[in-house]
């Protein structure tokens, strides 16, 4: 004789099946999305703001990274040319400078992977774009002293935090943060080359680049160090994609830790 059912049962599975099926359509909307800004006219316009946001995103990789070190975080600037500059003070030895250095090249695709990572359910979507909407008002007044650096970093947080609290359909916020972490996954690619340039020029002038910057800390020539970076966001951002598609795709999902 079969054991009768137990109360609720299937319902989990029921869960993660709705769960796949709007991370699905969410990955599906992004891509779309991000095609047409490629191919229609006047869509560069549009990809003009991306591309601060993700030089915004890589030069508070550095801030971050040299807070995380033990040192401090003094002021970001982002120019009209999409370039940047994170000004930081390390206390710390040749290693605490070079993991400065290396934070904002790796810093788009580790937003990107958290970013596909509460990306998976709507409502955790919303609660992300609602705290990192804050955060990014703390951030520009804090450590922005540019004009286009608040305006990017404000704007970014008004329009998460619109949709966060303006939509009540969960899937809005989670259409919203994995395009753009599908925009700071492509830029890991497109911007690459800079990984393996000497010098940056920036709207501050010519200076070392973030490579150079480690190879200057550490031994090595600047090329290795740039592909080690560039070897280690892919990897993130792989396992973000992972985790992201193993929803969309019907797999068991765990909360993010």
């Given at each position: 004789?079969?054991?009768?059912?137990?109360?609720?049962?299937?319902?989990?599975?029921?869960?993660?099946?709705?769960a796949?099926?709007?991370?699905?359509?969410?990955?599906l909307?992004?891509?779309?999305?991000?095609?047409?800004?490629?191919v229609?006219?006047?869509?560069?316009?549009?990809?003009?703001?991306?591309?601060?946001?993700?030089?915004?995103?890589?030069?508070?990789?550095?801030?971050?990274?040299?807070?995380?070190?033990?040192?401090s975080f003094?002021?970001?600037?982002?120019f009209?040319?999409?370039s940047?500059?994170?000004?930081?003070?390390?206390?710390?030895?040749?290693?605490?400078?070079?993991?400065?250095?290396?934070?904002?090249?790796?810093?788009?695709?580790?937003?990107?992977?958290?970013?596909?990572?509460?990306?998976?359910?709507?409502?955790?979507?919303r609660?992300f774009?609602?705290?990192?909407?804050?955060?990014?008002?703390?951030?520009?007044?804090?450590?922005?002293?540019?004009?286009v650096g608040?305006?990017?970093?404000?704007?970014l947080?008004?329009v998460?935090?619109?949709?966060?609290?303006?939509?009540?359909?969960?899937?809005?916020?989670?259409?919203?943060?994995?395009?753009?972490?599908?925009?700071?996954?492509?830029?890991?690619?497109?911007?690459?080359?800079?990984?393996?340039a000497?010098?940056?020029?920036?709207g501050?002038?010519?200076?070392?680049?973030?490579?150079?910057?480690?190879?200057?800390?550490?031994?090595?020539?600047?090329?290795?160090w740039?592909?080690?970076?560039?070897?280690?966001?892919?990897l993130?951002?792989?396992y973000?994609a992972?985790?992201?598609?193993?929803?969309?795709?019907?797999?068991?999902?765990?909360?993010?830790?």
């Open positions: 004789m079969a054991d009768a059912p137990l109360p609720g049962r299937g319902l989990p599975q029921a869960s993660e099946e709705v796949g099926a709007q991370a699905r359509r969410t990955l909307a992004s891509l779309v999305i991000t095609a047409v800004l490629y229609v006219p006047g869509g560069d316009i549009v990809g003009y703001p991306l591309l601060l946001i993700s030089t915004y995103v890589h030069e508070m990789g550095h801030g971050l990274a040299a807070i995380l070190v033990g040192g003094e002021s970001l600037r982002i009209g040319d999409g940047g500059v994170a000004l930081t003070a390390t206390s710390g030895g040749r290693v605490a400078r070079a993991v400065v250095s290396a934070g904002g090249l790796v810093g788009p695709a580790v937003a990107a992977a958290v970013g596909f990572t509460f990306g998976r359910k709507g409502l955790w979507a609660w774009l609602l705290i990192g909407g804050i955060l990014g008002i703390l951030t520009a007044a804090f450590w922005v002293r540019s004009l608040w305006a990017i970093a404000l704007g947080s008004g998460s935090l619109a949709i966060a609290l303006g939509i009540k359909q969960h899937h809005w916020s989670q259409l919203w943060l994995v395009f753009l972490s599908v925009q700071l996954g492509l830029s890991v690619f497109s911007r690459s080359e800079y990984l393996f000497r010098t940056a020029a920036t501050a002038g010519v200076g070392r680049s973030d490579s150079a910057s480690i190879a200057d800390a550490l031994l090595g020539p600047y090329w290795l740039g592909g080690v970076c560039g070897v280690f966001s892919l993130v951002l792989a973000g992972w985790i992201f598609l193993r929803t969309a795709a019907g797999g068991r999902t765990r909360d993010p830790v």
